[in-house]
């Protein structure tokens, strides 16, 4: 098993499905379609206990994936998984394009505002129902959110380690 810090979320084993131990997941990725070539998948709680698996199947359905893995073959096995999360090893992402970055990239970028000066630093990249937004943590520890758009966004350079933000004094007044 990898360190804890190499795997990242790709999914949510939701339910078994049918008989012989296939699982829905809940892709948590805007490539789903990977599933359906990943050879092998980490599967636990958290990252810590994560356990590999082989991947014997794997199918897209209305918005879900449904995954048979190797020692999991029967329904009760099947059910013993539900609850737990699919990783992959950060190796196995998908390459994005220059215009995107993964999420554990932007977390710790030094942000700063158009005039150069320092606000703070990325602390986590929610989801939110309409879009990202971004954490920033300010020097007197209090986080301000911010939409992960580029009408706020002016640049991004995740090599450089920072992040360029627009109009920042309007979301701490």
Not at 28 to 39: A, Q, Y
Not at 49 to 62: C, G, H, N, P
Not at 112 to 123: L, Q, S
Not at 160 to 165: A, P, S
């Amino acid at each position: 098993m990898p360190s804890s810090e190499t795997l990242f979320l790709a999914g949510r084993i939701l339910k078994p499905r049918g008989l012989k131990g296939d699982l829905k997941v809940l892709p948590e990725t805007d490539f789903p379609e990977r599933f359906l070539e990943r050879k092998h998948l980490y599967v636990g709680r958290t990252p810590a206990d994560a356990v590999e698996y082989e991947v014997v199947q794997a199918s897209l359905q209305k918005g879900f994936a449904y995954i048979r893995l190797q020692g999991a073959l029967d329904r009760d096995m099947a059910e013993s998984l539900a609850g737990s999360n699919l990783y992959v090893q950060e190796s196995d992402l998908a390459e994005l394009p220059p215009d995107m970055a993964w999420i554990h990239e932007l977390v710790g970028l030094q942000a700063f505002d158009t005039d150069g000066a320092e606000i703070g630093v990325v602390r986590d990249v929610l989801d939110m129902p309409a879009h990202q937004v971004y954490e920033i943590e300010v020097a007197d520890g209090k986080r301000v959110l911010v939409p992960a758009l580029e009408e706020f966004v002016e640049e991004t350079d995740v090599t450089g380690g920072r992040i360029v933000l627009k109009r920042f004094d309007e979301f701490t007044e």
